[in-house]
């Protein structure tokens, strides 16, 4: 993901297993394949309100676990869906990590719902430059970037995205967004992702979009990152 870690001007550039950063599994985007014509900022507006219902999910199945550890709770059927979620994603069910990752994604959620002061579409030379050459308008799929707390930048590669990927991406850039300190240790799945421990998810940007994913009904495990920009 690139992120502006060092106060620069651009947007630094992490080449770990990323979003954006995925090796040779990413497609190569052909550019007589975009669809020049949609805005990248509007196909983001677009994505918002699936986003918006996600993280809203993900809010209730945290809130509910939380309350369910108050004495002498009863027991709710949203915190015995809610735990396998929270644990499989931010391995953790203390009631302290649950209010931190409550507290991110209340954060989130009220940025995106300020987007209109955040969201911004970027022409293919901002891109290349932000991103210090890595996005091409033919190279791989690269669908948005962050400046820390300043604004969330939507390439050309942006619209051609499925539209479940599209809000995995807003998700995954608002991350970004709220904290530098957010990056990609741990990847999005496989044994890194899976062993992880809280220390590590929690500045997993991909936790953030996996568990919300997951928090909605049918509480189906879905990756809907960049290695599936068609779904």
Request: aromatic letters at 10%; charged letters at 20%.
């Amino acid at each position: 993901m690139f992120e502006d870690s060092q106060n620069t001007g651009q947007a630094a550039f992490d080449n770990s297993d990323g979003l954006l950063s995925v090796p040779s599994e990413i497609p190569v985007a052909d550019t007589d394949d975009l669809n020049t014509s949609i805005d990248p900022k509007a196909a983001a507006d677009e994505a918002k309100p699936l986003a918006l219902k996600w993280i809203d999910n993900a809010i209730l199945v945290l809130n509910s676990c939380i309350r369910s550890l108050a004495p002498d709770a009863a027991t709710n059927i949203q915190a015995k869906v809610g735990f396998p979620i929270v644990r499989r994603h931010f391995h953790t069910d203390t009631k302290a990590n649950l209010r931190i990752i409550e507290s991110n994604y209340q954060t989130m959620r009220r940025y995106l719902c300020n987007s209109v002061h955040i969201f911004r579409s970027v022409n293919d030379e901002t891109a290349s430059r932000d991103t210090l050459g890595y996005f091409q308008p033919g190279g791989p799929l690269v669908g948005g970037y962050v400046f820390t707390m300043r604004s969330i930048s939507f390439t050309s590669h942006y619209p051609m995205l499925g539209p479940n990927c599209k809000a995995s991406v807003i998700i995954h850039e608002l991350a970004h967004y709220i904290d530098q300190r957010m990056g990609h240790a741990g990847g999005e799945s496989g044994p890194a992702y899976d062993l992880s421990n809280f220390e590590t998810a929690i500045n997993n940007v991909h936790c953030y979009q996996n568990f919300a994913i997951h928090a909605t009904p049918p509480f189906m495990d879905e990756r809907y990152g960049m290695n599936r920009p068609n779904v």
